[in-house]
C-alpha cells in the first residue's frame, strides 16, 4: 500500500517566543495509535533511578570469561581495551568508524533479528580479533564479504578472517544475529540493555548494555557513526539518534512492516545509542537559534508535552552563554512509557520516563532533570570519557549545569547548594576522581563532583573556569577524553600549577571543610 506513508502534522509552535506561525514544525508517527494488547509481552523490568542516588557497593563483579578459555588466544592475550573498571570492554586494534544496523523487532515475543555492518580501521596488524557481545546468537560473520571463522565466548565474539588483516587497513565485518530483548545489572548498580515497555522498547546501554543486542566494540574510547534500519510491525514507530531519513512499507517482507531510517553522522558512543519503539509521534521544530530540534514522545502526549519542547531551547539558549555553542548538530527530548526512574543523555536526543512529565507541569524534578540531561550533550556527548574511570567528566558537569539552571529558575541557591553537599562529602568513601566501578553513578560523583567544579570555580574566578569549559567542548567535540587531560586544560587555561588543588578536591575522599575564598 502506497498511500499514507507519510503523515505529517502539524502540531503547534516549539520555537520559544515565537508568535508567527512555523512551517518547520511537523510531527511524523505510525498511522496506528493504539496498540493491540492481546499479545503484551512480559511485564517489564524496573530501571533504578540514575541520577543523584547513591548506589550501595555490591559484591566484586565476576571475572571475564575470557581469555581463560583454551582456544583460540588472542595475540594480545586480552580482549579487553585495558579500562580497569570494565577489562571485558572495548576490543584491541580496532578502530569502528560507522555502525550499519539493521534490526526487526517483535514486540510481542521480545526478540531482536538484527545484522549489523562495522566498517573499522586496524590499529595494529590483526590475525584475530574480537567483538563485544553477551548472550547473542550469532549465525555468520563475514569479513571484507568472505566467510570468516567465528567462536562466541561470552563477553565477547572471536573472529578469524580467512587472511589477516594489515595495521591501518579498513576492512568491514558483518555480523547476522538475533538477539532477547534482556537486560544486565551492572557492577555500577544500575540497569542496561533493550527494555520491553507495555508499548514497545527502549535502549538504554550506560555502561555496558550495548553489547547484549549489538555486537560492537563496547567502550566509549571507540566514537563512530552510524545508520539504523529499525523495522517494525504496523502500528510501531522505530526511533534512532539523529536525523529521520525515511519511514516506508519495507519491500522485503509482506504483512505491512515498516522500516524506519535514521542517521547518526556525528561521532557517538555505544552507551548512549538510542533505539525506541512504540506509537510514537517524531516532532521536528527549530530553535529560534537555527538549531534543528527532533522530539519524540506518545503520539497520545503530543499536546501535554509541549511545556517542555517549549523550555527545551530557553535551556541551549542559557547554557550557551557558559559552555558555548551547543556542540551537536541537532536536539530533542524522548519520553518511554517504560517504568524508568531516571533519565538517560542519549545523543542529541535524551530519553525520559514519560510518567514523570505526563501530568504536563514544568516543576523542579522536570527542570532537573531536563537541564542535567541536556547539559550532558556538552559533557559526555561532544566529549566522551576516555574510560569509565572519568565519568566524572560527565556527571559531575552535567549535576552542575543542573544547579545552574535550577538557580536561574528560582529553584535552588548554587552556593548554598554547593556548600550542603560538601558537608554531605565528609565520608571518607570513594574519591570523585576514582570512584570505583560501583559507584560509578553515586554520590560522589554527581553532587559529590559538582561540589569538586564549585571549588574549582571559586579557585580560578567565573572568567577562567566558563573559559576552561568552553575551551573543555571547543577544542574536544568528536573525541574520547580522560581526567589528566582535563586537568592539564586547567593548568593551561590558568597558568597555575593546580596538583595540590586537585589531590585536596578530586582525589582526595575526604575533601577540605570548606571552599576556597
Ligand atoms: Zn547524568
Known sequence: MASGIHIWIVVGLLAAGCSSSDPGVKAVGAEKSSVSQESAPDPEPTVPTG?????PPTTAQPDPAFPETTEPVLPNDSSGVGDELFPDLGNPGLDVTHYDIDLSYAPEVGMIAGRVELSITATVSLEQFTLDQLGLDIESVLVDGSEATFTVTDPELIITPSRPIEMGANFAVSVVYTAGATTIGSSAGVTAGWFPTELGSFTLNEPDGARTWLPSNDHPSDKATYRFAIHLPDGYTGVANGDLVSSEVSSDVTGGERVWIWEQAEPMTTYVIQVLTGPFSVVEATAPSGLLLTHAVLTEDLEVMQPFFDVTPEQIDFFD????????????????????????????????????????TLGYLQQLLLSHELGHQWFGNAVSPARWRDIWLNESFATYAEWMWLEQTGHIDLLDEATNNLARRQDGYVATGDPGPNDLFGFEVYAGGAVVLEALRLTLGDDQFFELLQRWVADNTGLSRTTEDFIALAEEVSGRDLTQF???WLFATDLPDVFPT
Request: charged content about 20%; overall charge negative; aromatic content about 16%.
Open 51 to 55: 541520577p543523584a542516588v547513591s548506589v
Open 321 to 360: 552563554d557558559f559552555f558555548g555553542p551547543f556542540p551537536l548538530d541537532r536536539y530533542g527530548i524522548a519520553m518511554t512509557d517504560g517504568n524508568f526512574g531516571g533519565a538517560m543523555e542519549h545523543q542529541g536526543r535524551s530519553l525520559f520516563g514519560r510518567a514523570d512529565f505526563v501530568n504536563g
Open 502 to 504: 586537585f589531590a585536596d
